[in-house]
């Protein structure tokens, strides 16, 4: 045809049966075919064909549509769930020391319960008072490395009751202080005074370390 307005009528078949298709109007964009129902596009003259960009489906499922990728999480929720485990990763961390004692047990201002082992290095300064301890195959006090140690009216029974080494100060003043192998083991320099304890056990003292 002639008028440039109208669509072009070329080869003007249904592409998915190819039954003869209608004259569209000029304005339309697309046509139905009355034979087998399918829908196509129609290119008008001098109009440029463009592929039509399908949607992109980015959930299938609708019980999934409500619930956003897992990339989209915030930062919160992900802490919310770490957090439970916090103490449990703080703890495996900090395993150090002698029998693998937990660092948190070396912090200053925090009191020790006597439910695992103690220890005390890198010129600390502890107070044990009052505190009762039976840990039956452990050592119960570890001190090394400069600390300064006072051991105030407690219980400690264990394997070894106490170590000290490397200038450790120990002060033990009333209490009871049992190993099942030795009560009081020093080494290397270590001192460690006794008042009014009960001590169950032996007593081990080598490297120029004393017990009085």
């Known amino acids: 045809m002639s008028d440039s307005n109208e669509a072009s009528i070329k080869a003007l078949k249904c592409p998915s049966c190819s039954a003869p298709a209608p004259i569209p109007d000029p304005d339309a964009r697309y046509a139905k075919c009355v034979y087998c129902g399918a829908s196509y596009a129609i290119r008008h ?7 039509r960009k399908e ?33 449990a990763i703080i703890v495996t961390l900090t ?5 693998n004692i ?10 020790w319960d006597g439910k695992e082992p103690f220890t005390c290095s890198g010129n600390d ?18 001190a090394s490395s400069n600390c300064h140690l006072q051991i105030r009216n407690s219980s400690l029974r264990g394997k070894i009751a106490i170590l000290a080494s490397g200038n450790a100060e120990v ?6 202080i049992e190993g099942s192998e030795i009560s009081i083991e020093t080494d290397n320099n270590a001192e460690v005074l006794v008042s009014g ?6 007593q081990i003292h080598k490297g120029n370390s004393h017990i009085h």
């Open 45 to 51: 003259p001098l109009e440029p064909y463009r592929p």
């Open 55 to 87: 949607p992109v489906l980015i959930y299938a499922s609708p019980e999934r549509a409500s619930t956003p990728p897992p990339s989209s999480r915030s930062f919160s929720s992900k802490l919310l769930f770490i957090i439970p485990f916090l103490p």
């Open 95 to 99: 395993m150090v020391g002698p029998a």
């Open 102 to 111: 937990p660092l948190v047990n070396r912090l200053p201002g925090i009191r």
């Open 125 to 142: 300064d502890r107070v044990i008072d009052g505190v009762t301890a039976d840990l039956a195959g452990y050592i119960v006090v570890s």
């Open 171 to 176: 002060n033990i003043v009333g209490g009871e």
């Open 197 to 202: 304890a009960v001590l169950k056990g032996r």
